[in-house]
């Protein structure tokens, strides 16, 4: 019946099978051409405002701490914007694990595949720090099509998505390792690997430094990136994936090998940054906005979202 490796007869009691159900809405859903999918996911997304009151309106206030001089007007068309993009994840979710190599590569190009190329031809591993745009999971695939990599992601709770998901990632990437395996990153790194990792969440204070972050402040920022490039010495450049601004399809942004990282924790928080705010404004109102960035903070501050 499934011979995928980590299936379990599990998987098909009735507990799982709503889960089935949505499954196979979703992988009929992306069986559509591409310009029906990208209407479904946009009106999607903005229906679901009325329904997603809490999430609007921390998308709106993180918006508003990051770009103080923007309008009200101009603040109201990014969360609206952002909502778009919001539904068509799912739906980009569903292209990434469903669709064939042939149909995804008529949708995308990549600009700046020659600087991972010589990152990785050095041999001493490649840290690829990604950021939380909506179209990430199709960030992921696409990226491995490009150059099979490994990356890093939080387990998921239903055994049956994490085999879901794991099999959707691993079509077209080498592994999995869980954000918390730092050795499993390193080792992955100093045998030349190339291995993606997004540090643009908030993780807590645990592992963290405060860093300005846009026009906010103190924002924990983990300090995972700058340990990791301590004990693993790998190059580090950023892959970024945007929904064109005409929506036909993605572009993969690929950096050159960045240069001169700090070499304390601070520093190195504020510098990280620094490069994924450039990331985010190639496309501000695709970014995860809805995640509340800044709910860590230092002590005896009140939260910014009350």
């Known amino acids: 019946m499934f011979k995928f490796s980590g299936f379990k007869n599990q998987f098909l009691q009735p507990k799982y099978w709503l889960t089935w159900f949505g499954l196979g809405c979703l992988w009929l859903l992306v069986q559509l051409p591409f310009p029906i999918i990208r209407a479904i996911g946009f009106n999607a997304g903005r229906l679901s405002r009325p329904f997603l009151k809490r999430r609007e309106a921390i998308a709106r206030k993180n918006i508003q701490l990051c770009f103080p001089n923007n309008t009200p007007a101009d603040t109201e068309r990014l969360v609206a914007e952002n909502f778009k993009s919001l539904g068509m994840a799912l739906l980009e979710t569903g292209i990434a694990w469903f669709w064939s190599d042939r149909r995804v590569r008529k949708y995308f190009d990549v600009e700046g595949m020659e600087n991972l190329q010589r990152a990785a031809a050095q041999q001493r591993g490649v840290m690829v720090v990604g950021v939380h745009f909506m179209s990430l999971e199709l960030g992921g695939r696409i990226m491995g099509i490009c150059q099979p990599m490994m990356a890093t992601y939080r387990p998921h709770n239903n055994a049956m ?45 645990k592992g963290s430094s405060f860093a300005p972050f846009f026009a906010v402040k103190d924002v924990a920022t983990t300090n995972g990136t700058f340990v990791l490039s301590r004990l693993s010495r790998s190059a580090l450049l950023t892959v970024t994936m945007v929904r064109r601004a005409d929506n036909s399809g993605y572009r993969l942004y690929i950096s050159p090998e960045i240069e001169n990282y700090p070499t304390n924790e601070a520093e190195a928080a504020a510098f990280t940054n620094r490069i994924i705010e450039h990331e985010i404004l190639r496309a501000p109102e695709q970014y995860l906005w809805v995640h509340r960035r800044f709910k860590t903070r230092p002590a005896g501050e009140v939260s910014l979202y009350v």
């Open 161 to 205: 998505m994490e085999w879901v998901q794991t099999k959707g990632r691993m079509r077209s990437n080498k592994a999995m390792i869980d954000r918390r395996n730092l050795k499993g990153m390193v080792s992955a790194l100093k045998k030349g690997e190339s291995v993606w990792f997004a540090p643009d969440q908030d993780y807590g204070i």
